[in-house]
């Protein structure tokens, strides 16, 4: 049989180098295609790419934005570094019928908001990192017990100094667009902000396994309702405000430390993980069960594991791509969508 011929264009970086001489040397299985190696520095590629002169290449992470409707991005890794690169990308052409992931579930967690203005909890910046105390708030136990606690965290709400005039970013907005594309299939989410649905996330796509702050909801019955109506009462004087049906405690409708998850959602969980060939984690630390657990149930079902995040997370060893850097700058360059364009492009399985 003969074999396919693909041009490979590679850089003097390291990493590269070495793949440049596995793959020249015969070290490496060249996967029954016939590579033409190109050795050039890496704007010289970036410059050949942009031209559509090349079936794969390194680029530097910047250049993905100006050929991602003529490449996709491979599960080779990216080093961020001080945003240079390189990271691989084979042509759309070839890519899109042969390597591109067709159903993708989607884990994201606080660091995808970040950059809306809504500090994550677990980063060196993080609420709980910099104010242990706080942590109490989101504690069951601690928010029953405690009218004070039930009380101050109420006040906050009903101020809008929690998330004031917080919007989606181009994290939120990139994953509608690789929705729209036909391949998100579900997009499992820890934060409880309701910014992807505000970004237009289809919401029967989406599992809030931690609830959302956009709802209410009694702790001793079935009473639920928009979270503005305990606030009205908050304003008018109701400090702790307590259930119209039962007398019960109100709180968010969020799933706090001690509390079970909500019916149903860790079933819709597994299944995604169990069907999806691409996981696609953003913004999250992994360490949170058993949400985190989605990940290496993909990958005991032969999913492909891309993760996003700003700082090393718990399941970087599980990774066949591992990108780090702004949520809001990377996540459209990762899933081939770049803001006021689309493109063909994006990330891939094989």
């Not at 970036?46 to 599960?75: F, K, M």
Request: proline fraction near 4%.
């Amino acid at each position: 049989m003969e074999k396919r011929k693909l041009t490979l264009g590679h850089s003097p970086d390291p990493d590269d180098a070495f793949m440049f001489y596995g793959l020249a040397k015969g070290l490496i299985d060249d996967g029954g295609y016939d590579f033409e190696h190109i050795l050039q520095d890496i704007q010289t590629l970036n410059e050949r790419a942009t031209r559509g002169e090349l079936d794969i290449s390194a680029i530097s992470i910047h250049a993905y934005a100006h050929v991602c409707d003529q490449y996709a991005l491979l599960p080779s890794g990216a080093s961020m570094g001080d945003g240079y690169g390189p990271m691989l990308v084979a042509r759309a052409k070839f890519s899109k019928a042969e390597i591109a992931a067709r159903r993708i579930a989607v884990l994201t967690g606080a660091g995808i908001s970040t950059d809306s203005g809504i500090s994550d909890f677990r980063g060196p910046d993080g609420v709980w990192t910099k104010n242990p105390e706080a942590e109490k708030a989101s504690d069951i136990r601690y928010y029953v017990a405690d009218p004070g606690i039930r009380k101050a965290r109420w006040a906050l709400r009903a101020s809008g100094e929690l998330w004031p005039d917080v919007q989606p970013n181009d994290g939120h907005r990139a994953l509608v667009r690789l929705e729209e594309r036909g391949l998100l299939d579900t997009l499992v989410t820890q934060n409880v902000d309701g910014l992807h649905q505000a970004a237009g996330s289809d919401p029967a796509r989406v599992v809030e396994v931690h609830g959302t702050t956009r709802r209410a909801m009694c702790l001793s019955c079935d009473w639920r309702d928009d979270i503005e109506v305990v606030l009205a009462r908050v304003r008018a004087g109701d400090e702790d405000p307590h259930c119209v049906d039962c007398g019960g405690l109100l709180k968010s409708a969020t799933v706090s430390f001690g509390q079970n998850l909500f019916p149903g959602d860790m079933e819709r969980i597994e299944q995604a993980a169990i069907a999806c060939d691409l996981v696609l984690a953003v913004g999250s630390s992994l360490q949170v069960y058993p949400v985190a657990a989605m990940v290496p149930l993909a990958v005991r079902h032969g999913a492909r594991v891309v993760i996003v995040n700003g700082e090393p997370t718990a399941m970087d060893d599980l990774a066949d791509v591992l990108v780090m850097g702004s949520i809001s700058e990377v996540l459209g360059v990762v899933v081939g969508w770049s803001a006021g364009r689309d493109s063909r492009g994006g990330v891939s399985v094989d």
